[in-house]
């Protein structure tokens, strides 16, 4: 907006007018630069010094628009077991958007460490989470669970 309004500007101007550092100033000039949406009219010291003009006002490709990163498997596994506290094996499929294989071995792991526990149901199997250790997920190993949060190591425990 503020560039099509401008008509003509520098890069200090850019940098202040959409309340952003110098650096990223100087980057958004050279992707509309090379996309041919402005154009250099006077040289300057620097690209903050140098004056600009509006060539074309058409929007900017959409590859400069910013995609989200979406978190890992074991990441959106553990955020469905912390939203919801009880859950069964297809919820934490479905909303983890995880196949059976890793949602089963996950889930196994908590379970053998006791940070969830599994109830019998007649509708089925229940999972209840019982200890969150925090935003991170627990990294699985052979011997048990380490918290990334506190470093504590949740070993598996016998029998399960």
């Given at each position: 907006?503020?560039?099509?309004?401008?008509?003509?500007?520098?890069?200090?101007?850019?940098?202040?007018?959409?309340?952003?550092n110098?650096?990223?100033?100087?980057?958004?000039?050279?992707?509309?630069?090379?996309?041919?949406?402005?154009?250099?009219?006077?040289?300057?010291e620097?690209?903050?010094?140098?004056?600009?003009?509006?060539?074309?006002?058409?929007?900017?490709?959409?590859?400069?628009?910013?995609?989200?990163?979406?978190?890992k498997?074991?990441?959106?596994?553990?955020?469905?077991?912390?939203?919801?506290?009880?859950?069964?094996?297809?919820?934490?499929?479905?909303?983890?958007?995880?196949?059976?294989?890793?949602?089963?071995?996950?889930l196994?792991a908590?379970?053998?460490?006791?940070?969830?526990?599994?109830?019998?149901?007649?509708?089925?199997?229940?999972?209840?989470?019982?200890?969150?250790?925090?935003?991170?997920?627990?990294?699985?190993?052979n011997?048990?669970?380490?918290?990334?949060?506190?470093?504590?190591?949740?070993?598996?425990?016998e029998?399960?």
């Amino acid at each position: 907006m503020y560039i099509s309004k401008a008509k003509v500007f520098t890069g200090r101007q850019l940098a202040s007018a959409l309340d952003i550092n110098g650096q990223r100033a100087r980057n958004l000039i050279d992707f509309f630069l090379a996309h041919q949406h402005i154009r250099r009219i006077e040289q300057g010291e620097n690209k903050m010094m140098a004056k600009y003009r509006v060539v074309r006002n058409a929007p900017p490709p959409l590859t400069y628009v910013k995609k989200m990163r979406r978190p890992k498997l074991y990441q959106r596994l553990w955020n469905v077991c912390r939203i919801n506290k009880r859950f069964t094996l297809y919820d934490l499929r479905s909303l983890g958007d995880a196949g059976v294989t890793n949602t089963t071995a996950y889930l196994r792991a908590l379970v053998r460490t006791g940070l969830v526990r599994q109830y019998d149901t007649p509708d089925g199997k229940v999972y209840r989470l019982m200890i969150d250790l925090g935003p991170k997920h627990p990294v699985r190993s052979n011997a048990g669970l380490t918290c990334q949060n506190t470093g504590t190591f949740y070993p598996y425990l016998e029998g399960r």
